[in-house]
């Protein structure tokens, strides 16, 4: 999602008794071969110019999660047109993930995030079409994977943090809606283009590297959605080989207790009929949120710790059949619905967190540690 906002309509709110009961059969009767392969992970927005603090991801370590997804933004690294890039932040970060007795936490990076100085891009969703942009783009990405990947100079350079290397890149984020293409204008052509850009620069430091299609919207729901984007992209020449990995957003209504399969599957079926039978996929989004304006994903804190373990649920049931290797669940934590400048932002995507915004730990928190066989905690987050 990173910002795409919609709204909608219905709530539901279960019972605390059908709660427990539900999350006992889960946790108690999976299988632990798929529990091995699918692997359960976080996606955590950028809160204004702060990224993920050290308490933070800590803390998701010693839940045990094993993969984080995050936006890795162009704009973040480079400031000016001529600048230098600076990684500072992102060092940080991978630092946090890395060292130490915790478990690592493996980071899915969403590359995306044009500066300010990027021409035809009104904000920082749109990405760059003019050459020298584009130009600009390709060397952060290939600075990128030369920081972090397999052969990254960070972790050989940097003491006493253990390797953890950046294997998969995704390549921006759902650029078939309005919000995230130049000019509300998402056209398959140009994503194609954009993404074979992207694919090379990263291919070029690292061959081994596995590139990741960016996550769209697909749902019963959806007004655009990911299979017909898809199905225009397949029709590119070229494209099919310009990425390892096929991913998709799954935001369900919470009555419908069949549309996530049923939306994995689709996707999955349109790869499928165009010879990607053997490509993974990741579900890069899905989630429920316990308080906020009333929409079908709306609920409350018991209701959105049921949505949790019963998205994951059905995600390990048909995991292994639909090639489905992880599942992200959006968010890590509430945003601020009042920030200056987006009084509108009160929407049910804000409180889809797995903590408030204050720090303070919802009941779905602790499910999720559960589900990776993790120490929730109990303290706030700073």
Not at 360 to 370: H, N, R, Y
């Amino acid at each position: 999602m990173i910002g795409a906002l919609q709204t909608a309509s219905a709530s539901r709110r279960p019972g605390p008794l059908a709660l427990a009961a539900l999350l006992a059969i889960l946790l108690a009767g999976l299988p632990a071969a798929p529990a091995q392969a699918l692997m359960l992970g976080i996606h955590a927005e950028r809160d204004g110019d702060g990224l993920l603090s050290e308490a933070e991801v800590l803390r998701m370590r010693q839940a045990g999660t094993r993969t984080l997804r995050v936006p890795f933004e162009w704009e973040v690294v480079q400031r000016d047109q001529d600048g230098p890039l600076d990684f500072d932040r992102y060092d940080k970060l991978m630092t946090w993930a890395s060292e130490g007795t915790l478990p690592r936490v493996r980071i899915l990076p969403t590359l995306l995030g044009s500066p300010g100085f990027v021409e035809k891009s009104e904000f920082n969703a749109q990405p760059p079409v003019t050459v020298a942009d584009l130009e600009r783009w390709r060397v952060f990405v290939a600075s990128a994977v030369a920081r972090y990947g397999r052969t990254g100079t960070f972790w050989t350079q940097t003491s006493g943090v253990q390797f953890n290397p950046m294997v998969d890149w995704q390549v921006w984020n759902e650029p078939n809606l309005r919000t995230f293409w130049t000019h509300g204008k998402p056209r398959p052509t140009e994503y194609a283009a954009f993404l074979d850009l992207t694919n090379q620069a990263i291919k070029s430091v690292d061959p081994a590297a596995r590139t990741v299609l960016a996550g769209m919207p697909q749902s019963r729901i959806t007004p655009r959605p990911m299979t017909t984007f898809l199905t225009k992209l397949y029709k590119v020449p070229g494209f099919r080989h310009d990425f390892d990995v096929i991913a998709v957003h799954t935001y369900i209504p919470l009555e419908d207790r069949t549309g996530l399969e049923e939306a994995v599957g689709q996707v999955r079926a349109v790869a499928d009929e165009n010879g990607d039978e053997a490509k993974t996929i990741y579900v890069t989004e899905l989630g429920a949120a316990s308080a906020g304006p009333v929409s079908p994903f709306t609920t409350d804190q018991k209701g959105q710790r049921k949505a949790l373990v019963r998205l994951f649920g059905s995600v390990r049931e048909f995991a292994s059949r639909l090639k489905v290797r992880r599942a992200y669940w959006y968010s890590w934590r509430d945003g601020d619905f009042t920030p200056p400048g987006f009084p509108s932002n009160d929407r049910w995507q804000t409180y889809a967190g797995l903590f408030k915004k204050n720090g303070v730990p919802k009941s779905a928190w602790s499910a999720f540690a559960q589900l990776n066989g993790g120490d929730p905690g109990t303290d706030p987050l700073p």
